[in-house]
């Protein structure tokens, strides 16, 4: 869902990232999940050929050594060479779903200022001091986890990892740059009224989630960042962000036990958060499942149309079948939804599925558009096709050209040292084990048809999903009708 993270790393992330460079450090850190994940909800599409040649090379990780600093930060280091480039992620579990009551964003909001000043350099100086030695910096918040990426050349590495350790330790807020902040994102909010494909995905996030904490929008709403004050800033960064609940990751051209040096004096003193990671509870049941929310916005001549019901969280058992089900279902330019609904029928440029899987749950969601008058053939077909999956699984040559498409994709998971700590994060982070990029492939071609069906039957909507249809109100709501139960509100709820 692009309003929350971008796919992505949420993860559709939201961030503050500079350059190319510095975009790409974020963009691993979903890899597990982008595979399956939707292209952005637009007038074109430009997703792969599902025929991705196979790598038959093993893939493994370096070897990891692992370190603690006196204040309690956990460190991973990895030796990979030959290029003299060294990254570091420093992840912390201060994700969105620790937003506050009535401050959601916030989690968002802090991440951003924290290159904006600390107390040894202004925030001038912290850009200056990272792009002279060619370095990249790049910070992001997902609804589990905050993280700050940075890439260098080697022989600059201990002193860049000092930056770092100066934006988590020693963050200076100064008012100026939190009121600047501020207006930006209220006018990024009111630019976003705009784009009908980002209001339609934040309407789904709330029909999915509700109250949950992850209910909201990573960056939060008009409504509550427009209250954002720097006490709200620094109490968040003092009671959430701490060694306890932080993890660094390096990997490249640099000696573990030189990480392990270099981590003690950069992030020696640290203090504050929580002892212990936050517990998010799962969700016992979509809010919105069965009902049909109507987004009105009355100037559109097409419909923006959302469907979503329950996923599973991050390392469930069924992600290796409920993927390759997926990649078949709707996850690529050759999937059943897209020969179906676009190229059988020409009912819109893009369509697909994914499962948006986190670390409390998750949600299997399809995303397209169409023009008002084919709103309800749209949701039709795709329910039809999704339904005829549910009831007799794949045939076995989909499920074979799935396989082999996403394992060929996967080693792209361990071509880079960005990539390589991202993997290392989120396999940590989310209990997958140490072996998981060297068997991923392995467990992915053991899946079987009986598996797939198993996972089509729970996943591919046995319940009513929640339908959130964004476009005029008075032309498509009569043709929703016998869906279920409708709801209709302003576009500008969603501001």
């Not at 979903?30 to 893939?59: F, I, M, N, V």
Request: hydrophobic share 40%; with cysteine.
């Amino acid at each position: 869902m692009a309003s929350r993270k971008s796919p992505s790393l949420k993860s559709s992330v939201k961030s503050s990232l500079k350059s190319t460079a510095a975009r790409a450090v974020k963009a691993p850190a979903r890899a597990l999940e982008r595979a399956t994940r939707k292209p952005p909800a637009s007038g074109r599409t430009a997703t792969p050929s599902r025929k991705a040649a196979p790598s038959s090379s093993a893939l493994k990780l370096p070897e990891l050594h692992e370190s603690t600093t006196s204040s309690g930060l956990k460190v991973i280091a990895a030796e990979r060479g030959p290029l003299p480039l060294v990254s570091m992620r420093l992840v912390l579990r201060a994700g969105s779903a620790t937003d506050p009551e009535g401050k959601h964003g916030l989690a968002d909001f802090t991440a951003r200022l924290l290159r904006r000043g600390t107390r040894r350099l202004s925030a001038q100086q912290v850009d200056e001091t990272v792009e002279f030695v060619g370095a990249s910096l790049g910070v992001g918040v997902s609804e589990d986890v905050m993280s700050i990426s940075l890439t260098t050349p080697a022989e600059h590495f201990a002193q860049m990892l000092g930056v770092l350790g100066q934006l988590v330790r020693e963050p200076t807020f100064p008012q100026a740059e939190v009121d600047d902040a501020r207006e930006r994102a209220l006018a990024q909010f009111a630019n976003d009224l705009d784009d009908p494909s980002v209001i339609a995905d934040r309407a789904l996030v709330r029909a999915l989630w509700g109250d949950h904490p992850y209910g909201h929008d990573v960056g939060g709403s008009t409504r509550t960042v427009r209250t954002f004050t720097r006490d709200d800033v620094v109490r968040f960064h003092q009671e959430r962000m701490g060694p306890k609940v932080a993890m660094l990751v390096v990997v490249g051209a640099v000696k573990p036990e030189r990480v392990a040096a270099a981590a003690e004096e950069a992030f020696a003193g640290w203090e504050g958060g929580p002892d212990a990671p936050p517990v998010v509870p799962p969700l016992k049941k979509i809010p919105g499942a069965g009902r049909v929310l109507v987004v009105d916005k009355p100037d559109q001549t097409q419909s923006q149309v959302r469907l979503g019901g329950p996923g599973f969280r991050m390392g469930h058992e069924d992600y290796f079948p409920a993927t390759a089900m997926n990649i078949a279902l709707g996850g690529g330019f050759t999937s059943r939804l897209m020969n179906e609904i676009r190229v059988n029928r020409g009912l819109t440029y893009g369509v697909s599925a994914w499962f948006d899987a986190m670390n409390a749950g998750g949600a299997y969601v399809l995303s397209t558009f169409t023009k008002t008058a084919s709103t309800r053939e749209i949701i039709d077909v795709a329910m039809a096709e999704i339904g005829g999956v549910r009831e007799k699984g794949l045939k076995p040559r989909e499920l074979a050209d799935a396989q082999t498409y996403l394992a060929g994709l996967y080693p792209l998971r361990t071509e880079t040292n960005e990539s390589i700590a991202g993997s290392i994060a989120d396999t940590r982070l989310h209990g997958l084990g140490d072996d998981w990029v060297e068997k991923f492939r392995d467990r992915l071609r053991a899946v079987t048809p009986k598996q797939v069906a198993a996972a089509a039957k729970k996943y591919c909507y046995a319940e009513p999903p929640a339908v959130v249809v964004l476009g005029r109100a008075e032309a498509v709501k009569k043709l929703l009708k016998g869906l279920g139960p409708i709801t209709v509100v302003p576009a500008s709820e969603y501001e």
